[in-house]
C-alpha cells in the first residue's frame, strides 16, 4: 500500500496554494468522494463522481467514448473503499483528482482509465490479470509501469538501480510517466499533512528529478505548478517574500502589460490578423527568477503576453506587425518554430518596449503549439490507437528517416539507448543527473542539412558520438563553421559541424576526452570502451605490482612485439602512448596492473612520475621484431586540401594512422599529432621526410608529452 493509503491522520499546516493557470474553479475532492461513497450510479450511467472528469475529457474529444472511464471509477471506488489518506479523505479522491489533471491537459481515454486504476494493484486486490481482462493490454501495460514506478525507493542507497529500472519501465511508453507526474502534482498539493522532514524529501526528490522530466516531456502546466509547490516547502521565506510582491503588483490601479495587450490588440487588427491575445501572469518561481536578475520589479515583469493565432504563417504575421508597429528588443527574439526545443516546444519569443522604459516579453504560437506547450507528451495522444480521438497530430519522419513517436521524444530515445550501454547504475545515474541538469539545448547543423540537439556547452566529442555512436571512436578532428577544430571545441547553436574520421576500425578514444564530454552518450561510450581495455586506460597510473602470477603468455600485440624484459622473455609488454618509443631509443619499464609492462622512452616525463612515486624499473631492450608506433607532430600552413595530401604521403611510406588530431588554426598555422604504426622502425626517417615534403608543412618531429 503507498504511502497515502493509510488510516486518517490529523493534518498539518497547510501547503500554501498556489494559482491554477485555468479559469476552471478547483474540485471539493473531499465532497465528491464522499458523493462516490454514499451511492453508486446506476448500471451503464456515468457516475456523478467522475462527471468533471468527463466534462473535461470530451472538451477535447467530444465523440470520446465514456464507458471504460464508467467502468474504471466503478472498479477503483470498490476496491479502495474503507482506504483512507492522511489528509482523511476517501482515497478515492485520490486517483479522482490525478484523472482529472490529465484530463484538463487533453489525456486521452486510454490513459485516463489507467489513471483511474493507477493505485488498485498496488493497494487493493485487484491483479493485473483482472485489469488486463476488463480493460485490455494496453490499460493492463500502464498501470503495471504506474505500479513499478510506485515501488521505488528514492533512498540514497537504492536511488541509482531502482531510477534505472524505472525509466526503462517507462521508456516505452512516456504515459506511464505522464501519470506519474500527475500523481506527484496531486501528492504535493496534499503535502501539509506529512512531517516537515518528510516533506522535504519528497519536495528535493520533485525537485531533482521528476521536475525536470516534466520539463523534458514539455508537460509545462505540470512542471511550474510542482516547482511552486517544491519553493513553497524548500524555501518558505523567499516564497511568501514572492507572494507578498505578487499580491502587491495585482492591487495597483494601473497595469501596463494590460495597456500593451489593448495595444497589441489593435495592431493585430487593422493589419487583418484573426488572434487572441492573453496576459499569462508568471508562476511563483519565475516572479522570484526575475527578481534576482533585474531586481526591483515594474509592472511588466509579473507576466507575459500571450498571441494565440490559427496558422503557422500568421505567427510570422504577427511578429513583423509587432516589430514594425511597435518599439522591437530585437535581442530577445528566439525562434522556435523553425527549431523547436528538444521537448516538442514552438513558439516564437519577442519583446516590446514602452517609452516609459517597461519591456513587456510576448509568445506568438498557434493554439496547437499552445496545447503541445502546456501538456507536451500528453497532449499528442496514444500513437499506437486507431481510435478516431486520436489529436490531429501525424508522426513525421525525422532527418535520419525513422518514425517520430510522439510519446518518444529524441531525448528519451537517447537516454534509452545510452543507459542500455552504461557500465554500472552509478555511471547511469550520475550522468542521467547531469543531462537533466541542462536546462537549454543547441541546434547544430551537419554539412548534409541534418541537425543534431546538444546540451548547451557541448562539444565536438558530443557532436561525434551523437551522430555516430561508438564509431566516433575514430574521429580525428572536425570542422566548425568550415574551419578546422579540436574535438575539445565547444559549439555555439547554429554551428555547422564536419566531423573528420579516421580509417582504422581498431580506432581508440583518448581518456582527455572525457574532460570535454557533455552528453552521456559520448560520457558513457568513452567510459565504457576504457573499461573493457584497462591496460591502455592505466598504463600511465602509478600501480602497484600484481602479487599474484603473471598470466599465461599471449601472443603479443604488434605494437608491443619489439621489446623484451631483461630475464623475463614471456612477459607481455606495451609501448606507452605518451612517448611511443622505437628502436633505437633508450628505454625502461614498469609493471601496471595485469602483470603487463609498459615501456617508455627514458626521457618520458612519466618516468620521474613513477620513479618519484617509488615505482621499480624494469630493464627492458629491443628484441628482433622491429615494428613500431610512434606519435608524429607536424607543423604547417593552413590551406585547402592540406589533411587529405598529408595523410595521402604517410599511407605512401606504409604507416598506418592508428589516430590524429588536428588543433584549430593559429596565425594561419596548423598543428598536425599523428599516431602510426609502421612494420619497421627503419622507415621513420623515409615517413618524416614525406611528410616534410608535403607542400605548406614546414616542420616534423617526435611527440613530446609533458
Known amino acids: 500500500m503507498s504511502a497515502e493509503a493509510t488510516n486518517p491522520a490529523t493534518p498539518g499546516p497547510v501547503v500554501p496554494t498556489v494559482a491554477r493557470r485555468k479559469a476552471r474553479p478547483r474540485i471539493d475532492l473531499r465532497r465528491l468522494g464522499l458523493a462516490a461513497l454514499l451511492g453508486n450510479a446506476a448500471r451503464g450511467r456515468l457516475p456523478d463522481a467522475i462527471g468533471h472528469v468527463a466534462e473535461a475529457h470530451r472538451a477535447h474529444y467530444p465523440d470520446a467514448d465514456l464507458e471504460p472511464l464508467r467502468r474504471a471509477y466503478v472498479l477503483a471506488e470498490s476496491s479502495h473503499r474503507g482506504q483512507m489518506r492522511k489528509s482523511g479523505e476517501p482515497y478515492i479522491t485520490h486517483p479522482l483528482a490525478v484523472t482529472l489533471i490529465l484530463a484538463e491537459l487533453g489525456a486521452e481515454t486510454t490513459t485516463l482509465t489507467a489513471s483511474l486504476l493507477h493505485d488498485t494493484v498496488e493497494d487493493t486486490d485487484v491483479t493485473l490479470d483482472q485489469v488486463g481482462e476488463e480493460f485490455g493490454a494496453e490499460v493492463r501495460y500502464l ?8 515501488k521505488v525507493d528514492y533512498g540514497a542507497a537504492a536511488e541509482p538501480e531502482t531510477f534505472r529500472k524505472m525509466l526503462v519501465a517507462t521508456g516505452s511508453d512516456v504515459r506511464v510517466m505522464s501519470i506519474k507526474l500527475a500523481d506527484r502534482l496531486h501528492n504535493m498539493r496534499t503535502l501539509g499533512v506529512m512531517r516537515r522532514e518528510k516533506q522535504e524529501r519528497i519536495a528535493k526528490v520533485t525537485r531533482d528529478v521528476l521536475i525536470p522530466l516534466a520539463e523534458r516531456l514539455g508537460v509545462q502546466a505540470l512542471k511550474t505548478e510542482l516547482e511552486d509547490l517544491v519553493f513553497a516547502i524548500l524555501h518558505p521565506e523567499e516564497y511568501e517574500h514572492t507572494r507578498e510582491l505578487i499580491a502587491a503588483n495585482a492591487a495597483r490601479a494601473d497595469d501596463p502589460l494590460a495597456d500593451i495587450a489593448d495595444e497589441v490588440r489593435g495592431v493585430l487588427r487593422e493589419a487583418d490578423i484573426p488572434a487572441e491575445v492573453l496576459i499569462r501572469p508568471r508562476h511563483f518561481v519565475s516572479v522570484h527568477r526575475v527578481s534576482r536578475k533585474r531586481g526591483d520589479l515594474r509592472g511588466c515583469d509579473f507576466g507575459r503576453l500571450l498571441v494565440l493565432v490559427n496558422e503557422d504563417a500568421d505567427c510570422y504575421a504577427v511578429l513583423g ?21 528538444f521537448n516538442l516546444y514552438q513558439s516564437l519569443h519577442t519583446a516590446v518596449a514602452r517609452a516609459d522604459g517597461q519591456v513587456a516579453e510576448v509568445l506568438i504560437r498557434t493554439h496547437q503549439m499552445h496545447k503541445v506547450a502546456e501538456a507536451g507528451v500528453v497532449a499528442l495522444g496514444n500513437p499506437y490507437a486507431q481510435a478516431a480521438e486520436t489529436p490531429a497530430a501525424d508522426a513525421s519522419d525525422d532527418a535520419d528517416g525513422e518514425r517520430a513517436d510522439p510519446t518518444r521524444p529524441g531525448w528519451l530515445s537517447r537516454l534509452l539507448d545510452w543507459q542500455k550501454a552504461a557500465p554500472d547504475a552509478d555511471t547511469f545515474w550520475s550522468t542521467l543527473r547531469e543531462d537533466l541538469a541542462q536546462d537549454r539545448e543547441i541546434t547544430v547543423f551537419r554539412p548534409d542539412g541534418g541537425t543534431l ?31 578546422l577544430a579540436t574535438l575539445s571545441t565547444v559549439l555555439k547553436d547554429g554551428d555547422t559541424v564536419q566531423l573528420l574520421m579516421g580509417q582504422d576500425p581498431a580506432s581508440e578514444p583518448s581518456r582527455e576526452w572525457l574532460e570535454h564530454a557533455h552528453t552521456p552518450a559520448a560520457r558513457i561510450a568513452i567510459q565504457r570502451w576504457l573499461a573493457t581495455h584497462p591496460a591502455t586506460a592505466t598504463e600511465e597510473l602509478p600501480a602497484p605490482v600484481p602479487s599474484r602470477p603473471l598470466p599465461e603468455p599471449q601472443a603479443p600485440a604488434p605494437r608491443a612485439a619489439s621489446a623484451v ?36 622512452r627514458t626521457e618520458c616525463a612519466a618516468v620521474a612520475h613513477m620513479k618519484g612515486t617509488g615505482r621499480p624499473e624494469m630493464a627492458v631492450s629491443w628484441g628482433d621484431s622491429t615494428g613500431c608506433r610512434v606519435t608524429l607532430v607536424a607543423e604547417s600552413f593552413g590551406r585547402a586540401h592540406l589533411l587529405a595530401d598529408l595523410t595521402e604521403a604517410m599511407a605512401q611510406e606504409g604507416a598506418e594512422i592508428v589516430s590524429a588530431t588536428v588543433e584549430p588554426p593559429s596565425e594561419q598555422r596548423v598543428r598536425h599529432t599523428y599516431t602510426v604504426e609502421l612494420p619497421d622502425a627503419a622507415h621513420l626517417p623515409a615517413l618524416m621526410r614525406a611528410m616534410r615534403n608535403v607542400p605548406g608543412v614546414y616542420d616534423v618531429g617526435r611527440a613530446r608529452h609533458q
Open 143 to 150: 498501470v503495471d509501469g504506474v505500479t513499478k514506478l510506485e
Open 453 to 483: 540537439g546538444l546540451p548547451d556547452g557541448a562539444t565536438c566529442v558530443d557532436a561525434a558520438y551523437a551522430q555516430y555512436g561508438e564509431d566516433a571512436h575514430a574521429c580525428i578532428g572536425a570542422r566548425v563553421n568550415g574551419r
Open 321 to 341: 506587425e509587432l516589430h514594425t508597429c511597435l518599439t522591437p528588443v530585437v535581442s530577445e527574439f528566439k525562434d522556435f518554430i523553425a527549431v523547436p526545443k
Open 565 to 600: 624484459v631483461a630475464g623475463r622473455p614471456d612477459a607481455t609488454v606495451r609501448l606507452a602512448g605518451c612517448c611511443t618509443p622505437v628502436p633505437p631509443d633508450e628505454v625502461t619499464g614498469f609493471a601496471v596492473r595485469g602483470g603487463v609492462v609498459t615501456v617508455h
